[in-house]
C-alpha cells in the first residue's frame, strides 16, 4: 500500500526533519494517533462520567449502564 502523494510528502518532511527513516517516521506517527485518539477516549468518558454525576437523579448503576451504552455505541465493544 502506497501513501497518497500530498501524504507521502508530509511524511517526507517530518521524517528529514526528525532525522529518521521513513519506516521509523511513520511507525512514531501512527503510535502518536493512538495514543492521541486513547487519550480523546479518556477524556470523552472522563468528561461522560462527571456529568452523569452532575445529575443527582442518576443512581451509580444506571451510570455504569449508559457509560458501557455510550462505550458500545462509540467503541463497538
Do not use: C, W
Amino acid at each position: 500500500m502506497a501513501l497518497a502523494p500530498d501524504l507521502a510528502s508530509n511524511v517526507i518532511r517530518y521524517a528529514q526533519s526528525m532525522d529518521a527513516s521513513m519506516s521509523k517516521t511513520i511507525a512514531a506517527l501512527v503510535r502518536i494517533g493512538i495514543e492521541s485518539q486513547d487519550q480523546r477516549k479518556r477524556a470523552f468518558f472522563k468528561k461522560l462520567k462527571q456529568n452523569l454525576n452532575a445529575s443527582s437523579e442518576n443512581d451509580p448503576k444506571q451510570e455504569d449502564r449508559l457509560l458501557d451504552e455510550f462505550r458500545s455505541l462509540i467503541l463497538g465493544h
